[in-house]
C-alpha cells in the first residue's frame, strides 16, 4: 500500500476557541506588555457562532490551472479546518522565482495583518535547499529558501525564521503538499513558529537590480505590459535602452489617453515604470527576455 504522507507525519494542531485570533507570537505576555516575540498585536477576526476563527492563508505559486493548488487547498482544511484560503497569484511562470518574488513584494501589504503567505515557486524541489517558515513585523511566509520570500519578508522586518523538517515520506517532487502546506495550517491554527523546527537563517538573498536608471525587467503581466522596477521622475518623455533597443517613448498617465499602435511608458500600480501598447500587447512588439536590464531615463 502506498504510504500517505500526510497520515506518517506527526502534527500537533492547536484548535483556538470561538473569538479573536491572536497568534502565540504575537500574544501579550502575562504582565500586560507584548512579548519579546512580536512587538505588535494581531488583528481581530469577525467569527460567527460555532465558527473557528482563524487567520487567512494567501497561495502563491506557479502551478497555474492544474490540481495541485486544490491539493494545497484540500491539505489545509484537513489539518486546520475552517481556515480561510484565497490566491495571491497562481500564474507565476514556470520556475521564475524572480517574478514570484515581484509579485509578493508589491502585493504582500494590501493583505491584512497575521496572513501567512505559502509562496511555492520551487525549481530547487527536493535538493538541500532550506524549507522555512518566516515570521515578519505584521505577517508569516512559508516557502523555499531561494529568494522567493527575501525582498517581501527585508521590506517588512523579519522578526523570526525557522527551518521546517522534511518528513522522510515527503514528496521529493512536492513540498508544497507534504512541507509547506501543512506548515501554513499549523501556523494558521495557532502553534508557535519554535514548534515548526530550529532557528535559521535565510541563505537565498535575492535583489532586484536597480544601478542610477538602471533597473531589470521584472514582469510581464497578461496583458503584455512590459514592468520595470525604476520609479517615475516627473519626464514627459524617457529614452529607453534594452536589449539593442533605443528609444524615446513619450509618458502618459492612463491606458486611454495612449495614441494607438505606439508604444509608451506609463506609471504602473506599483508605482514603477511600465512600457505599454494600448489594447495590445508591447512585449509581443519588443519580445524582450524577463530579468534584462533595462534603462529609462
Known sequence: MPCDPLHSFSYRI??????????????????????????????????????????????????????????????????????????LYNEVRPQSIREGAWVLYTAYRYFPEDTIFLC???????????????????????????????????????????????????????????????????????????????????????????KGREGEIVRVDRFGNIITNLPHIGKDSYHVIVEGYRRTLPFVRTYAEAPRGRLFVTEGSAGTLEISLRNRSAWSVMDVPLGSKITIE
Open 14 to 87: 492547536n484548535i483556538p476557541q470561538p473569538g479573536a485570533f491572536r497568534h502565540p507570537a504575537r500574544r501579550k505576555s502575562a504582565g500586560g506588555g507584548e512579548s519579546s516575540s512580536g512587538p505588535r498585536p494581531a488583528r481581530h477576526l469577525h467569527t460567527f457562532p460555532g465558527v473557528i476563527g482563524l487567520a487567512l492563508i494567501a497561495i502563491l505559486s506557479d502551478f497555474g490551472q492544474t490540481e495541485y493548488v486544490g491539493i494545497l487547498r484540500g491539505v489545509i482544511q484537513r489539518l486546520a479546518p475552517g481556515t480561510t484560503v484565497t490566491d
Open 120 to 210: 511555492v515557486v520551487d525549481p530547487g524541489v527536493g535538493s538541500d535547499r532550506q524549507a522555512l517558515a518566516i515570521r515578519t513585523r505584521r505577517y508569516f511566509f512559508v516557502g523555499p529558501d531561494n529568494g522567493l520570500l527575501f525582498p517581501a519578508v527585508t521590506e517588512d522586518g523579519l522578526k523570526e525564521a525557522v527551518q521546517l523538517p522534511i518528513p522522510p515520506d515527503a514528496a521529493p517532487t512536492f513540498h508544497a503538499r507534504d512541507v509547506f502546506a501543512p506548515a501554513a495550517a499549523r501556523l494558521a491554527a495557532g502553534t508557535p513558529m519554535n514548534e515548526l523546527g530550529p532557528s535559521a537563517e535565510i541563505k537565498a538573498r535575492l535583489r532586484f537590480h536597480k
